[in-house]
């Protein structure tokens, strides 16, 4: 069954036993429903309903080549829909529940809808770790495809109030929990048997990777897209972005590291977590205000900020 009217305002409702229960029956009638996750704001629907998952990527506006993350409640469920391997096992074991996404086989009875893998033979699963996201799952019985709940190639969410910014009239309810603590998306990696690929940085660091597996990793994917997030112009505000600016240049917004005159500051201690928590919402700032351009300070690379650069490049793109 799916709810008729598809013209509907979009209400923001706090976390708790009742809006669970409705963003529940909203997933099972085959309808989106923004909530989140650890990392950002997902936009999740019934990962074995190609209708529920033609809607996301409608409502997104997002390129039917362009994988989702399928949700799933632990190890036990993901195995429905993968085979897993030693090295995947490893990961699962280490990071799960958490913000690390493993692409593997999809297995040719996992029920997922073909729209989910995007013609892929693989599929992306991650078993999160926000309470409100594990919870829907359960809720609603169904693996849940959540890719970030904006539009496609937009500023991610990492607030209710972006997700209404983004998609209001498009997605019926917003589970509001307030802001996310990762502030950005999830590690995706490929397991091999000789190696880790990391398809796109995120909380799970590379030295991580190798420390869990004892395994080399190995950085991108080459030019086909293999999981979500690699696409080049991604994660973008509406104005120009300028990156490892020292100060503002006319007309620019600038958003800071460690002590720097600037308009807002993702750490003031250069604290590289810090500022991964701080990133997508001071882009979101910094392309509400009066400036007609975004410039940035450098990040370091090390660790997190890795991460935090990958999606500054692919915005200022």
Known sequence: MTIANPAYSTRSCRYGTEALREAALLIRA?????VPTET????????????????????KGRPSFNPLIVHVADRDMAGRFADFSPVAEMLAARFWP????????????????????????TVALRVPAHPA???????SGRPLAAPSANRSGAISPTRAEHVLASLNGRVRLILDEGPTSEGLESTI????????????????????LEEATALPVLIGAGDRIEAPGQMESHYAPSKPVRLNALRAEKDEYLIG??????????????????AAASLFAALHIA????????????????????????????AAA
């Open 30 to 34: 085959g309808e989106p429903v923004a």
């Open 40 to 59: 950002v704001y997902g936009l999740a629907a019934d990962a074995t309903d190609s209708h529920a998952v033609a809607t996301i990527y409608t409502a």
């Open 98 to 121: 958490g913000p690390l996404t493993l692409v593997l086989p999809v297995r040719a009875d996992s029920g997922l809808s073909p729209l989910v893998m995007a013609g892929l033979p």
């Open 133 to 139: 996201m594990r919870a829907l799952i359960r809720e």
């Open 189 to 208: 990696a490929a397991p091999e048997d000789d190696c880790v690929r990391l398809l796109r940085p995120g909380p799970v660091t590379a030295a991580m």
């Open 257 to 274: 590291f460690g002590l720097m005159p600037c308009h807002i500051n993702l750490s003031p201690d250069a604290d590289v977590r810090e």
């Open 287 to 314: 392309d509400a205000s009066a400036e007609s351009r975004i410039a940035v300070a450098p990040i370091p690379h090390e660790g997190i900020g890795a991460a935090i650069n990958d999606r500054l490049r692919r």
